[in-house]
């Protein structure tokens, strides 16, 4: 049995070509099994980018973007970071 393949549009073996799925018509995916591989790369690309924000400043997650933009606006203006500028400051 032979199913097209909703992606790419190969007709291609069921039982080899694709994986088994409950939720799927036929009891498989509708998307052959070098869909899903591509697909699923794609998404942990889009997912799996290192969050600096998260990363620099657990703590300031409310007043992050406030304090994201200031430091913007340092780098831009003036070439240091917040941290930089915050230094300068108590000096
Ligand atoms: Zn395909």
Request: proline share 4%.
């Amino acid at each position: 049995m032979n199913r097209i393949c909703r992606t790419c549009k190969e007709e291609k073996a069921l039982q080899e070509n694709y994986y088994k799925s409950k939720k799927s018509p036929g009891g498989y995916h509708t998307k052959c099994k070098a869909c899903c591989k591509a697909y699923h790369q794609e998404y942990h690309k889009q997912t799996y980018k290192p969050n600096p924000r998260k990363l620099k400043y657990p703590y300031l997650e409310s007043s992050y973007s406030k304090e994201y933009a200031r430091n913007n606006h340092l780098l831009i203006k003036y070439g240091i970071t917040i941290e930089e500028y915050k230094k300068r400051l108590d000096d």
